[in-house]
């Protein structure tokens, strides 16, 4: 490779499952998928750190991720599938003979170890390892979208990085763990007898219909002007934007537990979680003066509806929990607490809720009806799916990565490598704002602890 060229791409292909074993199946979406028709695509990384030749790579490594893929989607179709949004009707997933996953490998001359510290790192040097979702192709009855795309990277002798990018509608978090638990242990053993024996199937059944979530959830995607208007937003450079890691270990989290509930002692849910959360927000408040502020995550529904959604439902089944604070009351002396107290009320209050987790899209006019907020945080991923057990064969991840939390104000969250316990928490900034978080990041926990 010349010193300017970053990558190079070494092998484009296609994998499918193995020929004859799925035949022609669809996936209606429900209303839980509804919602994230227009919305980024997903894109993560996973670093493996690993001495690997360029020979080694080609003749061992990919032919063993090809064919461990295309076992995987036998029993995962959908990823190999095409999101197909019609008009005027409900979109589905839909799998034909021939469907397949665009794969990509390549090898690159980036600092393997650069790219997996914790301390600030440009973004743009990340973008170089994610794939693209394939272009939607638009005739006049639907728009075919192409769900998952995949990209590995050699960093000879240093490690391989495994890209992923899906279309949100493909699934969430736990859609997305239980494949990589399946493909990991299929890559590890060369077949599928083992996950058979011990790991889980994905339930395609559907989720109860609710003719009302539906019909506001189709009218939020536009499903009628979806061909004219849909245009998948891309990450590229330039940007000024860089990403750090922080670790909250679970003795700090333990004492800004015990500070909300000495303060707050008829807070309902005081978890790491919650002020995981709030610690975050508040950090994040102090680098931006900017009026009211929201903050939202998702919470998995599957063992909160009734009847009860099994573990293995396969697709999106996440509702929303928000919370508004002024910016000033999140900077101010108590503004951790002030956060803690009000993620935790909002997440009673959802959980609680009468007439269930999920709302439609009206009740989100009702939140917003003092305005849209200048800030609204998101947070990608959850510590509950051990994301870090994912092993090809080649040991645990030496670094994950959740590249799509660049398109906004969103943090990721997963349960740190060496201790599950504590927290590693991902931010995307501009290099002013990481230089203030830093900072603030930093003081506040010699403040709080």
């Known amino acids: 490779m010349g010193s300017s060229q970053i990558s190079t791409v070494l092998e484009q292909t296609h994998v499918s499952p193995p020929t004859a074993t799925v035949g022609e199946r669809s996936l209606p979406l429900t209303y839980f998928d509804f919602f994230w028709l227009t919305q980024p695509p997903i894109h993560y990384l996973f670093f493996y750190e690993l001495s690997v030749t360029q020979t080694q790579f080609t003749e061992t490594v990919i032919p063993n991720l090809k064919h461990s893929l295309s076992i995987t989607l036998q029993h995962f179709f959908p990823f190999a599938g095409n999101l197909i949004v019609y008009p005027n009707k409900k979109p589905e997933i839909r799998y034909v003979e021939g469907d397949s996953v665009a794969a990509t490998f390549a090898e690159c001359n980036l600092d393997f170890h650069e790219l997996t510290g914790n301390h600030p790192r440009d973004c743009e040097m990340f973008y170089h390892l994610i794939p693209q979702l394939g272009e939607a192709d638009k005739t006049s009855d639907f728009t075919k979208i192409p769900v998952f795309s995949l990209q590995v990277t050699l960093f000879p002798n240093s490690g391989i990085s495994v890209g992923m990018t899906n279309h949100h509608c493909l699934g969430d978090a736990s859609t997305r763990f239980c494949f990589l638990k399946a493909w990991t242990s299929i890559a590890r053993s060369s077949s ?19 003719p009302k979530l539906e019909e506001s959830y189709l009218k939020f995607a536009k499903v009628e002007t979806f061909k004219e208007e849909y245009q998948p937003p891309k990450l590229c450079g330039p940007t000024d934007k860089v990403r750090a890691t922080f670790i909250l270990p679970r003795t700090v989290l333990n004492k800004l537990k015990n500070l909300v509930s000495t303060q707050v002692p008829t807070l309902a849910y005081v978890s790491s979680f919650t002020v995981a959360c709030a610690y975050i927000w508040s950090c994040l408040a102090k680098t931006r ?3 009211v502020q929201m903050f939202g995550f998702t919470i998995d529904c ?19 929990c928000m919370a508004m604070e002024q910016a000033t009351q999140l900077m101010g002396k108590e503004g951790f607490v002030t956060a803690a107290k009000s993620i935790g009320e909002n997440l009673h209050e959802t959980l609680t809720d009468k007439n269930g987790i999920m709302k439609d899209i009206a009740s989100f006019n009702d939140f917003f009806s003092n305005g849209i907020p200048s800030t609204m945080i998101g947070v990608a991923g959850t510590p509950k799916l051990k994301f870090y057990d994912m092993d090809f064969g080649w040991g645990s991840p030496k670094k994950i990565e959740t590249i799509s939390i660049d398109y906004s104000d969103s943090i990721s969250m997963n349960a740190c490598k060496e201790k599950s316990e504590d927290l590693e928490i991902g931010v995307s900034l501009s290099t002013t704002q990481m230089q203030d978080f830093v900072r603030i990041f930093e003081d506040g926990l010699e403040k709080y602890i």
């Open 192 to 210: 599928d007898e083992s996950f058979l024996a011990n790991g889980t199937l994905p339930i395609y059944d559907r989720v109860a219909t609710n």
């Open 289 to 291: 003066n900017d009026g």
């Open 302 to 320: 599957r063992g909160r509806m009734n009847p009860t959604v099994p573990a293995a439902y396969f697709g999106n089944c996440v509702g929303w």
